[in-house]
């Protein structure tokens, strides 16, 4: 299993937190060190759509000029974007068995996980 975020981020910690509490073991691969690749974002688009893939609650997404903004309309340009500012990846994204769970919530996570 690996979870992918961004190490500071409060809710990837509460989403790290309920794995440690329910004995998973995870690799963590932090966005902000590592990095981010075409191809995996292409894969979790195929499971989710690009637009789900796209935090547009978080203070990057609010901070970014109306006029970029405006040109996020396809999964080419938000691929472009999340790679140039991986803050903009809705996080955590969870790797399980061929699945992914985008963002945190316990009942999913304990769903997915048969926890």
């Known amino acids: 299993m690996r979870i992918y975020g961004i190490s500071n981020c409060t809710t990837v910690k509460k989403a ?3 794995l440690d509490e329910h004995g998973q073991a995870y690799e963590f691969h932090d966005f902000k060190k590592s990095g ?3 191809a995996l974002l292409t894969a979790w688009a195929q499971q989710a759509g690009w637009e789900k893939l796209l935090n547009r ?6 901070q970014l000029p109306d006029a970029i903004k405006a040109n996020i309309t396809n999964q080419e ?3 472009a974007l999340m790679m140039e500012k991986t803050s903009v990846i809705k996080r955590p994204v969870l ?3 061929h699945q992914i769970v985008i963002g945190f919530s316990p009942a999913e996570y304990a769903a997915v996980l048969g926890t």
Not at 57 to 62: E, Y
């Open 16 to 18: 790290l937190a309920w």
């Open 36 to 38: 981010i690749n075409v």
């Open 57 to 62: 609650q978080g203070m990057t997404w609010r």
């Open 77 to 79: 340009a938000a691929f």
């Open 95 to 97: 790797e399980h068995a």
